[in-house]
């Protein structure tokens, strides 16, 4: 897990998320700040996102304290931001105090670049070398 991730944003602040390591070897978000401009094009959740695929990846669980510190009228409020985080796995600890998200047994595949392309098993089919020779045999 890093300490800090960071989207940049073209001529403007960037969008950064701070997490720290604490000694249960849990790991918590203490920040997640979308610069106003920004916000609710989904820049958010794709921080969110790189953060849940490493801790997914690393087997971590993931600590937090949803707290709305938007102005009124901008951003999430309270109760949106708590429906945000259990939209992605955040659930309340049992004290009520704060949210966490154990870690997913297999990472998430949220974006193509994420995917592994597996070649397609090809020995019971007739080699092809070119397209023009496909063309010509389905012209015969």
């Not at 490493?54 to 708590?82: C, I, M």
Request: proline content about 7%; some cysteine.
């Amino acid at each position: 897990m890093r300490q800090m991730y960071v989207i940049p944003m073209p001529k403007f602040k960037p969008v950064i998320a701070d997490l720290s390591e604490q000694e249960d070897g849990t790991w918590r978000i203490s920040r997640i700040n979308v610069p106003e401009k920004y916000r609710t094009l989904g820049h958010g959740a794709k921080i969110l996102d790189m953060i849940l695929i490493d801790a997914d990846k690393e087997g971590v669980t993931l600590t937090l304290e949803p707290v709305a510190t938007g102005r009124p009228g901008v951003g999430l409020s309270q109760a949106q931001l708590v429906k945000w985080y259990e939209r992605h796995g955040f659930k309340w600890h049992e004290s009520k105090r704060f949210m966490m998200r154990e870690p997913l047994r297999q990472p998430r595949r949220r974006h193509a670049s994420d995917m592994v392309i597996k070649p397609a098993d090809t020995s019971g089919l007739p080699a092809l070398t070119t397209s023009q020779e496909y063309m010509a045999s389905k012209c015969r």
